[in-house]
């Protein structure tokens, strides 16, 4: 879905709530507070009114769109400029092409993010997964513009586990504890310990993780691939999210970080999804 499409599909309001009421309803309105398919339509507005508990709602009631004050139409142009935005987009620049101040296109796109977490989903990873940290933040060395890199900074760690050809999961450690205990942690939640390989650095943390599944690692000081054992895949996840981070963001929040992070996996992991747009929607609307 591009923003043509979006201006094609749904050129009026009405468009746009009858596609919400379609993906949520199914055409048949249903009470958000009581669940109640008792609902009779107000003539006057866009909302129904339910026989049950006697109150009116809309479709957007308890979604991404609750209490909006803008068209849809520039909620459906928002969540198509940040999917299809590889490396994320600022908020200036989304207020910008949506003509709306920095603050209001900001909200905007954190609702979206919400809307783009993945955490209920909890398919474990199976087959050869690669996992390494990446280290956010921090302020630039004294009289440089470089940050002082990695381990043993003050910086955010953020650990990365990804499936070979699928997808991948990232989680901020917010007390920036990263020791071994962690990172098994990470490995039993979210990796099928029966059927994967776990392939890694050299860090240290990593010792011992071979007593809960197999492990190879890769020593990046001698070669960063061989045969099938290295972190390209998650490498090449970091550097995206670097550039977002960096290029776009150019400084995230410790409060903030999570969504973000959220924002560029989810993309990930449907880069292959065709209509990446109507899962977001769905998502969006709770459905």
Not at 108 to 130: Q, S
Not at 169 to 183: G, P, Q, S, T, W
Not at 246 to 263: A, F, P, R
């Amino acid at each position: 879905m591009d923003i043509t499409q979006i201006y094609e599909l749904f050129p009026t309001q009405d468009d746009c709530i009858h596609h919400l009421e379609h993906v949520r309803w199914k055409d048949k309105p249903k009470c958000p507070y009581c669940i109640s398919s008792n609902a009779t339509p107000l003539p006057t507005e866009k909302r129904y009114h339910c026989n049950t508990c006697n109150t009116s709602f809309s479709v957007t009631v308890r979604t991404i769109f609750h209490q909006t004050h803008l068209p849809l139409q520039k909620w459906f142009l928002a969540i198509t400029i940040i999917l299809n935005a590889k490396k994320g987009i600022a908020a200036r620049q989304l207020g910008r092409d949506l003509h709306v101040n920095k603050d209001t296109a900001w909200r905007m796109a954190m609702k979206i993010r919400d809307a783009m977490v993945e955490r209920e989903h909890r398919e474990l990873l199976t087959g050869l997964v690669e996992m390494d940290e990446k280290y956010i933040g921090g302020k630039p060395r004294k009289g440089t513009g470089y940050h002082k890199r990695g381990r043993g900074t003050k910086k955010i760690p953020v650990v990365g586990m990804v499936e070979r050809k699928g997808s991948i999961k990232a989680e901020v450690i917010k007390n920036r504890k990263l020791d071994h205990k962690r990172l098994k942690s990470l490995v039993r939640r979210n990796v099928d310990i029966e059927t994967a390989t776990l392939i890694t650095d050299e860090y240290k943390g990593y010792i011992g993780i071979e007593k809960v599944l197999p492990h190879q690692t890769i020593d990046h000081t001698i070669w960063y691939v061989n045969g099938n054992i290295h972190t390209n895949t998650v490498e090449s996840f970091w550097a995206l999210l670097k550039r977002g981070i960096i290029g776009q963001y150019h400084k995230v929040s410790m409060g903030y970080l999570s969504n973000y992070i959220d924002e560029f996996c989810y993309r990930w992991n449907n880069r292959k999804n065709e209509d990446i747009f109507g899962l977001t929607i769905k998502k969006g609307l709770g459905v």
